[in-house]
């Protein structure tokens, strides 16, 4: 976080967010960068994981005159129990998300709810072959057998790896699992496990385990950090992302619109923002209803418009083309241009500001799921079961508030920008004519050196998306082929990036696949619980060259990170065998041998390792070394 005071323009790239931000300021309106400026400096123990509050003997914080907590933990214990109960929320909000489609995706298998269906039959025939499961049978009858193995994911007992995980990972990473479990045993003759039995026992294990008084070693809460992370990638996000393919559609190539200048002056404006497209599609559909576009047009207005924010916008872009708003960073700047009549929210990165904000404008702030409540928010109660009706009365209540506009207040910024999006690794793959081929090829003949999926959110101590982009334009420019999820998806679709016209921003060999393949070259792949998709499609290189995703030239990022489920997603690509970079500094920095666990001593053990860097061309320069290395192993 700088010390001095920040001006303006310091605060984000984004054109559009320092329009709002100027008018934010002229007319008093606070953000989120008034509360930071607030609560800076920050505590210094907090910023280093040295405060323990896991029990009242506490809150104990280490310093070097008080090396241990009340009960005798170090900072090493200390730190690391901090680091995976974050993690573990991470996983737990990811996976919760998963459990949510997993348990829907069923009850219309089972012929219980008739709101929604089984979109795509071709995905869901796929995933059911993963499994062994015939695929001659009918379509319930497959589906059912489907839920069954993601249910149990979430809920058995025996010491078997997740039902997803043995389906999905690549031979060779589930030997490295098994040989690193060894391994660790032999070194220490304790039982330390990072093959995931059940995604809740995990999450479950890092409470037990970060109680007072149970475990006291950094490495093994550490590994079992690592465990639940698996469960999480190879489990709750990627059931949440198989899934919602099967009930929604498989996203496919299109063209869409990005940035606060998709707002319409003279439509009924929605936002949707969260992350459950189980609100979002039943949202959109209600919206463009005959019927309801009709009722728009009766209080006088053109239409009504449906646009996204944060990663619930990368869930409608990527299957129904919906616009997008902005990322998380826009969520309140949305607000403010006036025009918004309804802002839908189900969970997480909404900020419980919107409601208080909200009541400056006719803005109905609306929430709807049991799991969240928001301060002075319309709660609408959506149920599966009713999702239709909830979803018509939650357009109806933002037609209403469109009589309630005041036109004084209207302030659209003008910025838009188009990408192509919908890379799922289906299209990816149909893309390059039905196998990995042609991209290894691109690969091993080096016009494309390797592949940097970055990912997570914004965060308002680091100028809004200027990571994000800087990045992708020095990683472009080296033949460096981008991929990618939520907020910083929405900062590339923003910037332009994700236009065919940015193949002229990359380096030669990289343009000429891109030129022949007519794709960007930077990927949209969806939202964070997506980030599935990208080791869904690292297996599927690794699978198809017969090797490790450790041996592929791939580098992960999370440059401008800010949420616990960041944690989790890092931890997974690095225990998937990625090396990946952060920013900022997670607090981590009390304890150097959490320190050194993470940045070096798992390299031996899972090929994945954390880097820290601040500047974006010196991270896009170590990425690029790390990929010349591992392409020398080839
Ligand atoms: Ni789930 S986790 S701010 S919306 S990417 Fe956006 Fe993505 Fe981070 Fe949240
Ligand atoms: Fe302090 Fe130990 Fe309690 Fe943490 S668990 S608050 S270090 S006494």
């Not at 190539?253 to 404006?269: C, F, M, P, R, S």
């Not at 960041?566 to 952060?582: C, E, K, N, Q, R």
Request: with cysteine; charged share 25%; proline share 4%.
């Amino acid at each position: 976080m700088p010390k001095e005071k920040r001006e303006l323009k310091d605060l984000s790239i984004d054109p559009a967010v320092l329009d709002i931000l100027s008018l934010a300021k002229q007319k008093n309106y606070e953000t989120v960068w008034d509360r930071l400026e607030r609560q800076s400096p920050h505590c210094k123990f907090g910023s280093s994981g040295l405060c323990c509050r896991n029990c009242v003997m506490g809150p104990c914080r280490i310093t070097e005159k008080t090396p241990k907590g009340v009960c005798g933990a170090d900072a090493a214990t200390i730190v690391a129990r901090n680091l995976i109960r974050a993690l573990a929320a991470g996983a737990a909000a990811h996976s919760d998300h998963g459990r949510a489609v997993a348990v829907l995706f069923n009850e219309v298998a089972q012929g219980k709810n008739k709101d929604y269906q089984i979109a795509d039959e071709a995905k869901l025939k796929s995933i059911a072959e993963k499994f062994h499961i015939h695929t001659s049978q009918d379509i319930t009858s497959i589906a059912k057998e489907v839920a069954r193995v993601a249910l149990e994911d979430f809920g058995k007992q025996d010491e078997k790896a997740l039902n997803f995980l043995e389906a999905y990972a690549p031979q060779k990473r589930k030997e490295t699992w098994q040989k690193v479990e060894e391994a660790l045993f032999s070194q220490t003759g304790k039982k330390m496990g990072i093959l995931p039995r059940n995604i809740d026992r995990e999450i479950t294990e890092c409470m037990h385990r970060t109680h007072m008084g149970v475990d006291n070693q950094a490495l093994s809460l550490l590994v079992q950090g690592v465990r639940t992370a698996l469960a999480d990638g190879w489990g709750g996000s990627l059931i949440a992302t198989e899934l919602q393919d099967v009930l929604f559609g498989t996203p496919d190539k299109k063209v869409i619109k990005a940035n606060l200048g998709v707002l319409k002056e003279d439509q009924v404006n929605i936002i949707v923002h969260g992350h459950e497209p189980i609100l979002s599609e039943q949202v959109v559909a209600a919206a463009m209803s005959p019927e309801m576009q009709e009722k728009a047009k009766e209080v006088g207005a053109q239409g009504i418009n449906v646009a996204g924010i944060c990663c619930t916008a990368n869930e409608v872009l990527m299957r129904l083309g919906v616009p997008v708003a902005g990322n998380m960073i826009h969520q309140e700047l949305a607000i403010m241009t006036g025009v918004v009549e309804a802002m839908v929210v189900d969970v997480q990165c909404i900020f419980p500001s919107l409601g208080p904000l909200a009541k400056c404008f006719h803005t109905k702030f609306i929430s709807t799921s049991d799991r969240a409540a928001f301060p002075e928010a319309v709660h609408i109660q959506f149920d599966e079961h009713h999702a239709r009706e909830v979803a018509q009365k939650i357009v109806e209540t933002a037609i209403e508030a469109f009589k309630e506009r005041d036109p004084q207040k209207v302030h659209i910024p003008q910025e838009v920008e188009e990408a192509v999006v919908g890379f799922s690794v289906e299209e990816i793959i149909k893309i390059l004519g039905g196998s990995p081929k042609p991209l290894v090829d691109a690969i091993l003949a080096g016009k494309i050196k390797g592949v940097v999926g970055i990912v997570g959110c914004n965060n308002p101590k680091i100028k809004h998306d200027a990571f994000h982009i800087s990045l992708t334009k020095e990683l472009i420019k080296k033949d460096i082929l981008v991929i990618g999820t939520g907020c910083w998806a929405i900062a590339a679709a923003k910037a332009g990036f994700m236009k065919l016209d940015a193949q002229a921003l990359a380096g030669e060999g990289l343009k000429e696949v891109c030129k022949a393949l007519d794709i960007p070259p930077v990927l949209h792949m969806g939202s964070c619980v997506d980030c599935s998709r990208m080791l869904v499609l690292a297996a599927a290189l690794a699978d198809y060259l017969k090797v490790d995703i450790s041996d592929l030239p791939l580098v992960g990022s999370a440059p401008e990170w800010t949420t616990e489920k960041a944690v989790s997603i890092g931890t997974y690509f690095v225990a998937s065998g990625v090396p990946v970079h952060l920013w900022p500094m997670p607090p981590i920095g009390g304890s150097e041998e959490v320190v050194g666990i993470l940045t070096e001593g798992v390299k031996d053990l899972l090929g994945g390792y954390f880097f820290i860097e601040e500047d974006p061309v010196k991270t896009a320069s170590r990425m690029e070394r790390i990929i010349m290395e591992k392409r020398k192993a080839f």
